[in-house]
T-cell receptor, first 114, second 115 residues
């Protein structure tokens, strides 16, 4: 069936560098995407979202880019800090009439090296 | 607000036992859901509810039951535990998945081991 997946399972970056986490989705009808951060032993935490009528959305140190042509989503983290070390998930809304579901991708582990 | 609370934090069951994982939220959220997360994997949707009295199946509903008698509570029942249900279970809530904002608030998780 349709699914959301990630290109890279792990990403190692140096403190202070920029990080880019990628996500591919297969459902061309999806029009809402969310990035979550999950620290060890905790539940996922909302980072930023984007709708399909946008190509880019910026938050505090984070930017999400959406390329609908190739069905690709990315999360950019500027000046990566040790506190950014976590697993990052992209998620998409799957529409089902009156009820919609949030479906998560596999996740990417971001490891920040001091 | 306490946010989303889950109990217990840890649980060990024997194969065939049943139990209920509790989830409660005090934010008056309409939408609640249960996910399981297996090691090195993403979250898979088990069941969800768009409001009191309404529940529906997610990606992996087999072996689990839910009910939503109040807005605040959304318990997950394991009918007959199996080792394949060993996982970390997360409950989440949001205002409404139809409202335009899909920011979900997650509980701290319940780590379940079935032997």
């Amino acid at each position: 069936g349709e699914s959301v997946g990630l290109h890279l399972p792990t990403l190692s970056v140096q403190e202070g560098d920029n990080s880019i986490i990628n996500c591919a989705y297969s459902n061309s009808a999806s029009d809402y995407f969310i990035w979550y951060k999950q620290e060890s032993g905790k539940g996922p935490q909302f980072i930023i979202d984007i709708r399909s009528n946008m190509d880019k959305r910026q938050g505090q140190r984070v930017t999400v880019l959406l390329n609908k042509t190739v069905k690709h989503l990315s999360l950019q983290i500027a000046a990566t800090q040790p506190g950014d070390s976590a697993v990052y998930f992209c998620a998409e809304i799957q529409y089902g009439g009156a009820t919609n579901k949030l479906i998560f991708g596999t996740g990417t582990l971001l490891a920040v090296q001091p | 607000n306490a946010g989303v609370t889950q109990t217990p934090k840890f649980q060990v069951l024997k194969t065939g036992q049943s139990m209920t994982l509790q989830c409660a939220q005090d934010m008056n959220h309409e939408y609640m859901s249960w996910y399981r997360q297996d090691p090195g994997m993403g979250l898979r949707l088990i069941h969800y509810s768009v409001g009191a009295g309404i529940t529906d199946q997610g990606e992996v509903p087999n072996g689990y039951n839910v009910s939503r008698s109040t807005t605040e509570d959304f318990p997950l029942r394991l009918l007959s535990a199996a080792p394949s249900q060993t996982s970390v279970y997360f409950c989440a809530s949001s205002y409404s998945i139809l409202s335009g904002s899909y920011e979900q608030y997650f509980g701290p998780g319940t780590r379940l081991t079935v032997t």
